[in-house]
């Protein structure tokens, strides 16, 4: 069985622009999660998706948004890149609630590496 | 508030020698706990979760932990540690239902050999 893929591996962006990563979750997931991995910031939550809607955000600002498609893969967007956006974005996924007690484990993609110039 | 600490930044252990990263947790429901590794440059792989029973849980590439309510921790183990295992290492917590995970800031182990 496949796991999470991510695409882009790296992504080289310059102030200001706007960056699009990509996610696709292990098949029967429906729930996909992004956080961002910076260095000396840790692991931090930024989106949850479940069935196409967003349920949950962390503190980010608006111009970290995304959406899920009805085939449940994910984007990421960043717009108006800055220098601290650099980071290790992870896209995780897990299964839906209703299929019993392993529904909250969630399984994690290689990642993308965006650097900011 | 929620939240997970490591108290160990960086651990240096020779190979064949015993392991155990520490995890100490803050939360106000019962927690579901996991240990998730990760090699240079890579993502997250799972190695163990706990969600409930057995308070001593078995996961991949012979590691365990252990759950201890009255401590608040869920500490990784390991008996005979090998050159593979330098990586870095996170506990997380998180709620039923799926929602975000919260990490703690990350374990370095290091195996000489």
């Known amino acids: 069985e496949a796991g999470v893929t991510q695409s882009p591996t790296h992504l080289i962006k310059t102030r200001g622009q706007q960056a699009t990563l990509r996610c696709s979750p292990i098949?029967?997931?429906?729930?996909v999660y992004w956080y961002q991995q910076a260095l000396g910031l840790g692991l931090q939550f930024l989106l949850w998706?479940?069935?196409?809607?967003?349920?949950n955000r962390g503190n980010f600002p608006p111009r970290f948004s995304g959406r899920q498609f009805p085939n449940y893969s994910s984007e990421l967007n960043v717009n108006a890149l800055e220098l601290e956006d650099s980071a290790l974005y992870l896209c995780?996924?897990?299964?839906?609630?209703?299929?019993?007690?392993?529904?909250?484990?969630?399984?994690f993609g290689p990642g993308t590496r965006l650097t900011v110039l | 508030a929620q939240s997970v600490t490591q108290p160990d930044i960086h651990i240096t252990v020779s190979e064949g020698a015993s392991l155990e990263l520490r995890c100490n947790y803050s939360?106000?429901?019962?927690?579901?706990l996991f240990w998730y590794v990760q090699s240079p440059g890579q993502g997250l792989q799972l190695l163990l979760k706990?969600?409930?029973?057995?308070?001593l849980v078995q996961g991949i590439k012979g590691f365990e932990a252990e759950f201890k309510r009255s401590q608040s921790s869920f500490n990784l183990r390991k008996p005979s540690v090998h050159w593979s295992d330098a990586a870095e290492y996170f506990c997380?917590?998180?709620?039923?239902?799926?929602?975000?995970?919260?990490f703690g800031t990350g374990t370095r182990l290091q195996v000489f050999p």
């Open positions: 995780a996924s897990s299964s839906p609630v209703e299929a019993g007690p392993n529904t909250d484990t969630q399984y």
């Open positions: 098949s029967g997931h429906t729930s």
């Open positions: 998706y479940d069935e196409g809607e967003e349920r």
């Open positions: 939360y106000g429901a019962t927690p579901y």
């Open positions: 706990y969600f409930s029973g057995d308070t």
């Open positions: 997380a917590v998180g709620p039923y239902n799926t929602d975000k995970l919260i």
